[in-house]
C-alpha cells in the first residue's frame, strides 16, 4: 500500500533537504520487510491458536492467556526500555561514527542480562505464590515457572533487534520474528503429538515450552547475525573507556521508558486478573468467565490487531528515523513523514474497522465457527484509534518526550480498569468493550493534542476520517447488493469476494491519494 521507488529514486542521494522520509528506500524498504515478517508471523500464530484452542479448549486458553500480563511486566524490565533507548542512540549517533552503535548494544545487553536474570530467579522461585495470590488460578503456576526461563532470552534478542532497527537494518528483526514463531509452532505441535501419542493430558503448559525454544532459537540466530561485525569493528579497549558514559546514556534514557511500560503492563496485569473475577460476579461461573476471557483476550482481539502488522513496523522505523532527523533539526522531515504516517494509520484503520463492523458474524464463523460475530464488530471500531496511537507514539518518543506516552497510556489503561470494575458487573463482558472502546478513543486524541504542541501536526479531518468513512459505507453498500442481490452467492462466499473487492478498491483509491501528499 506504499508507494514502490524506482532504482533511478533509490540512487538519488540521502541528503536531499526536501525529500520526503517515506520516499527513502530505507523506510520503504524496512516497512515492507517488517509488514511481510508480521503477517506471516501473525498468520501462522493465529491459525496456530485456532488449533490450540482445539487441543486445550477455551477454558485452557484463558489460563493461557492469564500468564501474559506477569510475562509482559517481566518483560518490561529488562527488554523494551532496552531496545528502544539502544535504536534512538545509535540512530542519533550513527553521524558521528558507523561502529558507535555497537557500544551501546553491548552496554545494553549486560544491562539488560543482570536485570533479566535477577528477575528470572525471583520469578521461578516463587511461581507458585504469583499463581495463588496474583493470578487467582493455581493452575498457572507451573506456566508462569516454564515462562520466566525466557525472560534472559528476550533480553539478548531484543537489544540486538533495537540495534539492527537503528541502523535501519529491518531484515534482522523480521527474520527473527519469523524465525521464533516458525520453532515455536513447530515445537508446540511436535510437543502435543508427543503427549497425544503416550496419552499424556494436553495443557497450557505445552504453548509456554514452545514458547520458551521459540525465544532460544531467535536469540541464537540473533547473536550469530551480530557475531562477524563484533569479532571485526568491536574494540574491546575502547568499549572499557567509554563504557560508564554509554551505560550512563542507556540508563538515562531506557529508564523513562522502561518505568513507562513497567507501569502500564501492572495497570494491564490488575486489569487481566479482574476481567474473569468480575465476570464471575456479574453471574458467570467459574468456567465460562474464563472461556469468554480466553475467546476476546486469545482470538478476537488478536484477530482485530491482526492488520496493525503494518502500521507497527512502521512504527518501529519511525522512531529511530524521528530521532535522527531531530538530532539534524530537520523540522521538515518530521513534519511531512509525521504526516503521511497518521495518514495512512488512519485511513487503514478505517479500512480495518468497516470490513470487522459488517462482517464481524460472518468472520466468527469462517475462522472460530463460534458465535464471537458481535464481539468482532464491536471491537473493530478501536482500529483506526489505536493504529493513529502507535505511530503518533512513535513520533513523541523519537522527540525524546517519552513522558508523553506514559502519561497518556497511564491514563487509559486507567480507563480501562475503572470499567472493568464498574460496567462489567452490570453488562458483563460488554462492559469491558464499552471500556476499552472509550480509553482507546481519548489515548488518540490525547496523542494528538500532544503532538499539535510539540511540531504543530494538524489534522484535515474532513480528508482524514469524514471521506474515508463514506467511501468504506458506500463500497461495502455496493458491494453487499451486487454480491447478496445480483449475483446471489452464499452469505460466506458473498462475504470472501466483497472483502477481497472493498480492499482493492480502497486501496486503489487511496495509495494515489498518499503519493500525492506533501
Given at each position: 500500500?506504499?508507494?514502490i521507488i524506482s532504482k533511478k529514486e533509490f540512487r538519488f542521494k540521502m541528503n536531499k533537504s526536501y525529500i520526503s522520509i517515506f520516499t527513502k528506500s530505507s523506510i520503504i524498504k524496512g516497512t515492507i520487510i517488517l509488514t511481510f515478517a508480521g503477517f506471516i508471523t501473525r498468520i501462522i500464530g493465529f491459525l496456530f491458536r485456532i488449533f490450540l484452542t482445539g487441543k486445550i479448549g477455551a477454558e485452557g486458553l484463558g489460563i493461557y492467556q492469564l500468564i501474559f500480563p506477569i510475562q509482559i511486566v517481566c518483560f518490561s524490565f529488562c527488554t523494551m526500555g532496552f531496545e528502544m533507548a539502544i535504536s534512538k542512540l545509535v540512530a542519533a549517533n550513527r553521524k558521528y561514527s558507523d561502529n558507535a552503535g555497537l557500544y551501546y548494544l553491548i552496554s545494553g545487553i549486560l544491562m539488560s542480562v543482570i536485570i533479566s536474570v535477577v528477575i528470572t530467579v525471583i520469578?521461578?522461585?516463587?511461581?507458585?505464590?504469583?499463581?495463588?495470590?496474583?493470578?487467582?488460578?493455581?493452575?498457572?503456576?507451573?506456566?508462569?515457572?516454564?515462562?520466566?526461563?525466557?525472560?534472559?532470552?528476550?533480553?539478548?534478542?531484543?537489544?540486538?533487534?533495537?540495534?539492527?532497527?537503528?541502523?535501519?537494518?529491518?531484515?534482522?528483526?523480521?527474520?527473527?520474528?519469523?524465525?521464533?514463531q516458525l520453532i515455536r509452532v513447530i515445537s508446540i505441535y511436535l510437543i502435543i503429538m508427543l503427549f497425544e501419542k503416550y496419552n499424556y493430558r494436553v495443557t497450557p503448559v505445552v504453548a509456554v515450552m514452545g514458547s520458551v525454544i521459540g525465544e532460544l532459537s531467535s536469540t541464537i540466530y540473533c547473536i550469530l547475525s551480530i557475531n562477524k561485525n563484533l569479532r571485526k569493528n568491536f574494540k574491546y579497549s575502547v568499549f572499557y573507556q567509554k563504557i560508564k558514559y554509554v551505560s550512563k546514556e542507556i540508563f538515562m534514557l531506557s529508564f523513562p521508558l522502561t518505568l513507562n511500560k513497567l507501569m502500564l503492563s501492572i495497570l494491564q496485569s490488575i486489569q487481566s486478573v479482574l476481567i474473569p473475577s468480575m465476570l464471575i460476579t456479574y453471574g458467570l461461573s467459574s468456567k465460562d468467565a474464563l472461556s469468554i476471557y480466553g475467546i476476546i483476550l486469545g482470538l478476537v482481539l488478536p484477530l482485530i490487531m491482526f492488520p496493525s502488522a503494518i502500521v507497527n513496523s512502521m512504527a518501529l522505523l519511525l522512531l529511530p528515523a524521528i530521532s535522527e532527523a531531530d538530532s539534524n533539526n530537520n523540522t521538515d522531515k518530521i513534519q511531512i513523514a509525521t504526516q503521511k504516517a497518521t495518514f495512512f494509520s488512519i485511513v487503514f484503520g478505517i479500512l480495518c474497522l468497516g470490513i470487522f463492523a459488517r462482517y464481524g458474524n460472518e468472520i466468527s464463523l469462517l475462522l472460530f465457527r463460534n458465535n464471537s460475530g458481535e464481539y468482532i464488530s464491536s471491537l473493530g471500531l478501536i482500529c483506526p484509534f489505536i493504529f493513529v496511537t502507535a505511530t503518533m507514539a512513535s513520533t513523541i518518543n523519537g522527540l525524546g518526550h517519552t513522558e508523553i506516552t506514559f502519561i497518556h497510556n497511564i491514563v487509559s489503561t486507567i480507563i480501562q480498569i475503572l470499567s472493568i470494575i464498574f460496567l462489567i458487573p452490570r453488562y458483563g463482558i460488554n462492559g469491558?468493550?464499552?471500556?476499552?472502546?472509550?480509553?482507546?478513543?481519548?489515548?488518540?486524541?490525547?496523542?494528538?493534542?500532544?503532538?499539535?504542541?510539540?511540531?504543530?501536526?494538524?489534522?484535515?479531518?474532513?480528508?482524514t476520517f469524514i471521506y474515508p468513512f463514506i467511501v468504506i459505507f458506500l463500497l461495502i453498500k455496493i458491494c453487499d447488493f451486487v454480491f447478496l442481490n445480483i449475483i446471489t452467492l452464499s452469505t460466506i462466499y458473498a462475504f470472501i469476494c466483497s472483502g477481497v473487492v472493498i480492499c482493492i478498491l480502497y486501496s486503489l483509491i487511496y495509495i494515489n491519494i498518499f503519493k500525492h501528499l506533501s
Open positions: 500500500m506504499l508507494h520469578v521461578f522461585t516463587n511461581s507458585d505464590y504469583i499463581a495463588r495470590r496474583l493470578l487467582l488460578e493455581p493452575r498457572c503456576s507451573e506456566l508462569v515457572m516454564y515462562m520466566s526461563l525466557s525472560i534472559p532470552l528476550a533480553s539478548i534478542h531484543s537489544c540486538i533487534c533495537g540495534y539492527y532497527l537503528g541502523i535501519k537494518n529491518s531484515r534482522i528483526p523480521a527474520l527473527t520474528q519469523v524465525i521464533e469491558y468493550i464499552t471500556g476499552l472502546i472509550i480509553s482507546t478513543v481519548i489515548s488518540a486524541i490525547s496523542h494528538y493534542i500532544s503532538m499539535y504542541h510539540l511540531i504543530k501536526f494538524k489534522l484535515n479531518i474532513m480528508n
